[in-house]
């Protein structure tokens, strides 16, 4: 029965990956998301799963790659220099083909940075993260709420595309309390019948690799992989739309930033300003073609971030230059206020009725 309980974001993907068939996983700590793996550190025990703290982030990286293997579901967390340490191991994952959640509580950098909340692992996260051709499937919550709902989407697409997901959330949103409905799931089943489970003597033993010395066979696994990855930008890009259908002003912002970009709408629409607010939920794919369908309408877009602006690359190539773009952002941990994101708006209605 769904109950709906007050928790901090970090605890919310813990017990949705639970609620959703995840029993085994290995992290390490690192502020902001220690909390995921106390909380997996309590709760695996009853449940008959398995919590490994592991002696580094790379330990841990390698042994989601074997429970990932064995075809199960199985998770890892860290914060943005963790990550950054995993990132051999992900592109490993991407070259097996194999599914598992990982998640990026991100904190501020470069270097170990602060423990603040940032979002400047984006280009990390959207550009793959570590060597070689490949895509992590990228989702970014932007509440309480979402932080479990897309955990439990996240192990689903994993799974229906066998592909690494990572969850890509600010620290904000991990740490910040909000009422989240935590609903009984089971996921979807997905077959495996290319995990390595024991033949049984019954088939042919599988092989998970990502090592190839013949160029052609390395060569048709790229093509093969990116075949599916254009299934994913088909089928899988998902985003929200706020008051855009007759916005002059369209800024652009996820996580916590979309928030703030939000409640700065809402302010410049009682001022008698057309602004709207567009939310990339799929950070990979990014949801380009709706973008560029508000391109034909509205006259500036304003991409929100807390990072030097890495964001704003997607969104200018999404929309194909055709508008201009500016920067609204804050780093080291600070976060933009809805007073610095609507004097952003003013300005792009000041620069379109001046005609600049």
Not at 253 to 265: E, L, M, P, T
Request: charged share 20%; with cysteine.
């Amino acid at each position: 029965m769904a109950q709906k309980v007050l928790m901090k974001g970090n605890e919310a993907i813990a017990e949705a990956a639970i609620s959703c068939g995840c029993r085994h996983y290995f992290g390490y700590p690192i502020t902001p998301q220690t909390e995921i793996a106390a909380y997996m550190a309590k709760r695996m025990p009853k449940i008959g799963g398995t919590f490994l703290q592991a002696e580094s982030e790379i330990a841990a990286i390698n042994m989601v790659i074997g429970a990932a293997s064995a075809g199960v579901r199985v998770m890892t967390s860290s914060s943005s220099p963790g990550i950054s340490l995993k990132g051999e191991g992900i592109s490993y994952m991407a070259g097996c083909d194999l599914p598992a959640l990982i998640v990026n509580v991100q904190r501020g950098g470069p270097g170990l940075g602060g423990i603040q909340p940032s979002q400047s692992d984006y280009f990390q996260a959207t550009r793959g993260g570590g060597h070689g051709d490949y895509h992590l499937l990228v989702l970014a919550p932007a509440s309480v709420q979402e932080m479990a709902a897309l955990t439990v989407r996240g192990f689903d697409l994993a799974d229906k595309y066998r592909i690494p997901c990572m969850l890509l959330a600010d620290g904000t949103m991990g740490q910040m309390m909000e009422p989240v409905l935590l609903e009984e799931s089971t996921g979807e089943k997905t077959e495996k019948p290319w995990a390595l489970t024991g033949t049984g003597m019954k088939r042919k033993h599988n092989i998970i690799n990502s090592l190839s010395l013949t160029p052609d066979e390395l060569e048709r696994w790229n093509l093969d992989r990116y075949r599916r990855y254009a299934e994913i930008e088909k089928n899988e890009v998902a985003y929200e739309e706020y008051l855009c259908d007759d916005a002059d002003v369209v800024t652009v912002g996820f996580g916590i930033s979309a928030r703030v970009a939000k409640n700065a709408v809402k302010a410049a629409r009682a001022e008698g300003i057309k602004a709207g607010m567009f939310r990339p939920i799929t950070l990979w794919p990014f949801p380009k073609e709706a973008l560029l369908a508000r391109a034909a309408t509205a006259r500036e877009f304003i991409s929100v971030e807390l990072s030097m602006g890495q964001m704003i690359e997607d969104v200018e190539l999404a929309i194909k230059c055709t508008r201009p773009v500016t920067l609204c952002s804050r780093v080291g941990g600070m976060i933009p206020s809805p007073a610095e994101v609507l004097a952003a708006i003013r300005a792009a209605d000041a620069r379109i009725k001046g005609g600049i």
